[in-house]
């Protein structure tokens, strides 16, 4: 059974960094037809795709935020880890890792953890 | 970088009936969309890749389908457990998958 589970702080301050953990299983982290993507979601608003991580090496990142996130992988214990500095209250929202599939040169998420709730207040 | 625009942002429907809801890219995508469901308080859910694609135990009331860069999620009759938000997801590029702004459908 392939399962994602998020885990990190409930609360953040402004300003500090924020690092989430995303376990997987049932599925390898080396696979290369495959990777591990991470979303927002702000109360009551849409969807937001942060970055993801593939085998071997691809990093990719939103644009707007690219300067403040990081993507890693340890593979040997099926984790991945974004941090994200600088953290500001309209950074607040749900977190959620996924996986995601490869399709043509992007990907779609097909498996999603169920997301852990950040809080941004000092 | 590819803006999806999704209409409508609320839809109010009665059991049973037809609903469709339209996702509009930017640019071209070929068939890089995918739809996913939003209950309250859940994780998204896969429905659709690759246009018209049906996930694997999806029922068969959803479909996909895409002209030109509008493309349509149809749930041919609509079921209880259906009222949910629905997104479409575009990802013609590994850096620069965005969202729609989500459809609630609701009970009329």
């Known amino acids: 059974q392939v399962t994602l589970e998020e885990s990190g702080p409930v609360l953040v301050k402004p300003t500090e960094t924020l690092t989430l953990t995303c376990t997987v299983s049932g599925f390898s982290l080396t696979n290369e037809t495959l990777g591990v993507s991470w979303i927002r979601q702000p109360p009551g608003k849409a969807l937001e795709w942060l970055a993801h991580i593939f085998s071997p090496d691809g990093k990719y990142y939103r644009p707007s935020l690219g300067s403040r996130l990081t993507i890693s992988k340890d593979a040997s214990k099926s984790q991945v880890v974004l941090t994200m500095t600088n953290m500001n209250p309209v950074d607040a929202g749900t977190y959620y890792c996924?996986?995601?599939?490869?399709?043509?040169?992007?990907?779609?998420?097909?498996?999603w953890g169920r997301g852990t709730l950040v809080n941004v207040s000092s | 970088d590819i803006q999806m625009t999704q209409s409508p942002s609320t839809l109010f429907a009665s059991v049973g009936d037809r609903v469709s809801i339209t996702c509009r890219a930017s640019q071209s995508i070929e068939s890089w969309l995918a739809w996913y469901q939003q209950k309250p308080g859940k994780a998204p859910k896969l429905l659709i890749y690759e246009a018209s694609n049906l996930d694997s135990g999806v029922p068969s009331r959803f479909s996909g389908s895409k002209f030109g860069t509008e493309f349509t999620l149809t749930i041919s009759s609509l079921q209880p457990d259906d009222f949910a938000t629905y997104y479409c997801?575009?990802?013609?590029?590994?850096?620069?998958?965005?969202f729609g702004g989500g459809t609630r459908v609701e009970i009329k």
């Open positions: 996924a996986r995601i599939l490869s399709g043509g040169s992007g990907g779609y998420l097909d498996l």
């Open positions: 997801q575009q990802y013609n590029s590994y850096s620069d998958l965005t």
